[in-house]
Nanobody, 119 residues
Framework: QVRLVESGGGLVQAGGSLRLSCAHSIPTFTISSMAWFRQAPGKEREFVATITWSRGSTSYTNSVKGRFTISRDNVKNTVYLQMNSLKPEDTAVYYC????????????WGQGTQVTVSS
């Protein structure tokens, strides 16, 4: 069974840093890209960052550019989200997602990890 398992969330003060990890059991030759999304209380889930598995090309939502970095480790089958200069508005449940090479959408999701940034 394909699984995505996030870790690394927690409580941090504004200006601090956290690194989220997403370990997966997906055969890497089937992955087109992986991404991080987040959902704040009372809001819809939103895209944060994505990385293509083969070339490592990245893309970010404007609000996190220059503060967050997405990366992947092909050996460890893990995707990371390094989050620096955190703000209270970054508070959300962060989800990892993967896109199969045959799919046009992110079709596998993790259970989420809570990130809380205090002011």
């Amino acid at each position: 069974q394909v699984r995505l398992v996030e870790s690394g969330g927690g409580l941090v003060q504004a200006g601090g840093s956290l690194r989220l990890s997403c370990a997966h059991s997906i055969p890497t030759f089937t992955i087109s890209s992986m991404a991080w999304f987040r959902q704040a209380p009372g809001k819809e889930r939103e895209f944060v960052a994505t990385i293509t598995w083969s070339r490592g090309s990245t893309s970010y939502t404007n609000s996190v550019k220059g503060r967050f970095t997405i990366s992947r480790d092909n050996v460890k089958n893990t995707v990371y989200l390094q989050m620096n200069s955190l703000k209270p508005e970054d508070t959300a449940v962060y989800y990892c997602a993967s896109q199969d090479s045959r799919s046009s959408t992110y079709d596998t999701w993790g259970q989420g990890t809570q990130v809380t940034v205090s002011s």
